[in-house]
């Protein structure tokens, strides 16, 4: 973990957080659309630090999810559940990606079949993730 930098297209959102060095890409039909050609690359953070986070515009696509961009250049920002903080970003924001590699790639069923499989990567397929979502909601229930 290190902290990095980063910024969306037009420089308005800008951003320091402690960031990995694994990317996790998520081949979800709503990632697709959401990127312009997924996956979703996405890294995980910890203490955000996001000054210009006033000109970004939430998009509730899903019951649970929340997707947020850059409001005037539509820079994919982050995913993450409504009402809690993100806890991933998306990778290209930052300026240096250096020393980072997909470790995992989630909804593997919906990967177009021109997009490969990156190469030691875990693959999870979306029942997998759906039962972590039942757990994770589960442990948030009690
Ligand atoms: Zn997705
Ligand atoms: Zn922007």
New binding site residues.
Partial sequence: MARKTGQCLHGAVTFTAVVGDTIQA?H?V??QRWTGGGP?FAVAIENLEMPGAESMRDHHASERGERTVCGTCGSTIYWKMQGKAPQILAAGLLDDQSGMRVTEEI?VDYRPSWIPAFGGARQSAEADEMAKLDAYLASQST
């Fill in positions: 998520c979800c709503q990632c979703y909804f």
